[in-house]
């Protein structure tokens, strides 16, 4: 079984340290047009962090068994070498493309991603603001297992991904040089990607490279300040009802609906769908001939 290092484990010495100097650095020079840090929000975004360590140690069971078992049905098989790492990584950064924007766009997958997106502020703290139910995404991932990338190649990708993502929340840094701009991922991505104005959502879903939502035509530049958080914010800083509260709504909609068709559209539709009205029922019928009406037609 080949092991890579847990490249996550292994910074969060470094992203606790980090938080603490941004946290410092808006205590030495605040700037009034960014939102800065809020101790319950922090406390919460910690808190979801620290329980999806454990909740993805179970999830992580279940996927490595699925991709065990395709990886060992495919005969293709790709080498781990110095030119094909790159290749690897940018094929992962493609797919994490494709996740992220399905998670934004199929409601049950943003039940557990909301939760990413559920703070109203956007520091380094907000990028430990993990889901607990990260079962969603693996599916995703599959093409790269059929074409024989290793199981733990593709999660040792995945969690460089990951790690580059951490720098990137922030409003600390206003822009990159713009080679940087136009190719990668930045905090100006970013900040339009958490906000919630009508002009900014299921915006930037690019993890590493932001190549890709120039390609599918959801790319948006940052022009006006961000207003983070949802459209409907959770109210809460209780880590379980930030991690769970879309899965109620999930449930509300799902026992109030009255036909399958509802039912599937709750589900796999984009968040805040909801079936269109019933048309009215009409209360007089035809006029008859002695100039009354019927209840019924004809």
């Known amino acids: 079984?080949?092991?890579?290092?847990?490249?996550?484990?292994w910074s969060i010495p470094a992203f606790v340290l980090?938080?603490?100097?941004?946290?410092?650095?808006?205590?030495?020079?605040?700037?009034?047009?960014?939102?800065?840090?809020g101790g319950a929000d922090t406390v919460t975004s910690m808190a979801m962090g620290l329980g999806s360590i454990f909740t993805d140690l179970l999830w992580k069971v279940p996927i490595a068994a699925a991709y065990a078992l395709l990886y060992?049905?495919?005969?293709?098989?790709?080498?781990?070498?110095?030119?094909?790492?790159?290749?690897?990584l940018l094929?992962?950064?493609?797919?994490?493309?494709w996740s992220h924007r399905g998670h934004h766009v199929i409601r049950i997958l943003w039940a557990s991603h909301v939760v990413h997106h559920s703070s109203q502020r956007f520091n380094l703290s907000t990028a430990l603001r993990q889901p607990w139910t990260g079962l969603t995404s693996w599916v995703f991932y599959i093409p790269l297992i059929l074409i024989g990338v290793h199981p733990a190649v593709v999660a040792f990708c995945g969690s460089v991904n990951l790690l580059y993502q951490f720098w990137i929340h922030t409003e600390r840094i206003d822009r990159m040089p713009r080679w940087y701009e136009a190719v990668f991922n930045t905090p100006s991505h970013h900040r339009v990607h958490h906000a919630s104005q009508?002009?900014?959502?299921?915006?930037?879903?690019?993890?590493?490279?932001?190549?890709?939502?120039?390609l599918f035509k959801s790319f948006a530049p940052e022009r006006e300040r961000c207003?983070?958080?949802?459209?409907?914010?959770?109210?809460?800083?209780?880590?379980?009802?930030v991690a769970f509260h879309e899965y109620a709504s999930i449930a509300r909609d799902l026992r109030a609906a009255v036909t399958w068709r509802h039912r599937v559209g709750h589900l796999f539709r984009a968040p805040g769908w909801q079936p269109a009205p019933a048309s009215p029922v009409r209360a007089a019928g035809p006029a008859r001939p002695d100039g009354q009406t019927s209840s019924a037609p004809g």
């Open 198 to 214: 009508g002009s900014y959502l299921d915006r930037n879903f690019g993890g590493i490279l932001i190549v890709w939502d120039r």
């Open 72 to 88: 060992a049905l495919t005969p293709l098989r790709v080498a781990e070498v110095w030119w094909t790492w790159p290749l690897i």
């Open 18 to 37: 980090l938080i603490v100097l941004e946290r410092v650095s808006y205590l030495l020079h605040r700037d009034d047009d960014e939102v800065g840090y």
């Open 91 to 97: 094929a992962q950064d493609f797919f994490y493309y």
């Open 1 to 9: 079984m080949k092991e890579f290092p847990d490249v996550i484990a």
């Open 227 to 241: 207003v983070y958080g949802l459209t409907k914010n959770v109210g809460s800083y209780n880590p379980v009802r």
